[in-house]
């Protein structure tokens, strides 16, 4: 017989995530610190997260986070990857937006993977070299099915901002085999008048698209210039005549680039 000792934690302990878009009454709302100090964000990680993963070569090479805390290897694994925004914040600060997300996968049995851009010059970007950005992505993609026995038909790509656009841009229309179940743009996701994809009829039918931004996300803000409402528009428009079945556009009233309730769409998009 296995007996399990209650832990007892501090209330300092806990991420706050319920300014993200759950409700404060959700249980995947208090999530425990990812160190084991938590006091000190330059501790070592708790068990199932590891940071600072390695993938790629040369100037393709980066790294990636890995948050698979809670995860039931007796069932089937999915995955979400989080790509960053400009700047690369979530990557480097693990301890908040990203380990809510994780907890929300996690709820799934689904691991969360954040990988930080090969960009090495200048501020951190994904869109500045797309070939660069995709090359790196399919060694982490590699690498994490090598460390773990994953669903293939469970992977699913979130990107916020920047990390949105790599996606429209560059992923999904370049590597749909590697966009998995689909793809949720969060505050970007633009896409050229010339777009092509090499996507197959049967990916076009089953990929699901969803882009959401808020309304005053317009460029008018000084603080965030890039209008992401009409990227979002110009991307999930372009993607349907490209003959996408899925594409759902979301434009939030009352929010802007800094505000998205991620936890609430990212629920939403996983189920």
């Not at 209650?6 to 302990?13: K, L, P, Q, T, Y």
């Not at 930080?116 to 070939?131: A, F, Q, Y």
């Not at 991620?262 to 998009?269: M, N, P, R, T, V």
């Amino acid at each position: 017989m296995i007996v399990a000792a209650a832990i007892r934690h501090n209330e300092s302990d806990y991420i706050d995530c319920s300014g993200l878009g759950l409700d404060a009454n959700d249980e995947r709302v208090r999530v425990t610190s990812i160190y084991t100090d938590p006091s000190d964000p330059t501790s070592e990680p708790v068990a199932g997260v590891s940071l600072r993963q390695q993938a790629g070569t040369g100037r393709s090479a980066s790294y990636y986070n890995v948050y698979a805390r809670g995860i039931d290897t007796s069932r089937p694994v999915g995955i979400v990857y989080r790509l960053h925004g400009d700047g690369a914040e979530e990557y480097y600060e693990p301890g908040g937006v990203i380990a809510c997300s994780a907890a929300l996968a996690a709820a799934e049995n689904k691991i969360l993977v954040v990988p930080l851009s090969p960009d090495h010059r200048g501020e951190v970007t994904w869109w500045e070299n797309i070939p660069r950005s995709i090359s790196f992505l399919k060694s982490v993609d590699q690498a994490i099915n090598y460390s773990f026995d994953l669903d293939p038909s469970d992977k699913w790509w979130t990107g916020y901002s920047g990390g949105a656009e790599l996606l429209s841009y560059g992923l999904i229309p370049e590597e749909p085999t590697l966009a998995g179940r689909g793809a949720l743009m969060m505050g970007g996701g633009g896409a050229n008048s010339d777009q092509e994809t090499s996507a197959t009829d049967e990916q076009k039918e089953n990929l699901k698209l969803v882009w959401a931004t808020g309304i005053e996300d317009d460029g008018t803000d000084p603080e965030s210039t890039f209008d992401a409402k009409s990227a979002a528009t110009k991307g999930s428009y372009k993607f349907k005549e490209l003959g996408f079945k899925q594409v759902d556009l979301q434009l939030i009233e009352g929010k802007n680039h800094f505000d998205l309730p991620e936890l609430s769409l990212l629920d939403q998009f996983l189920n």
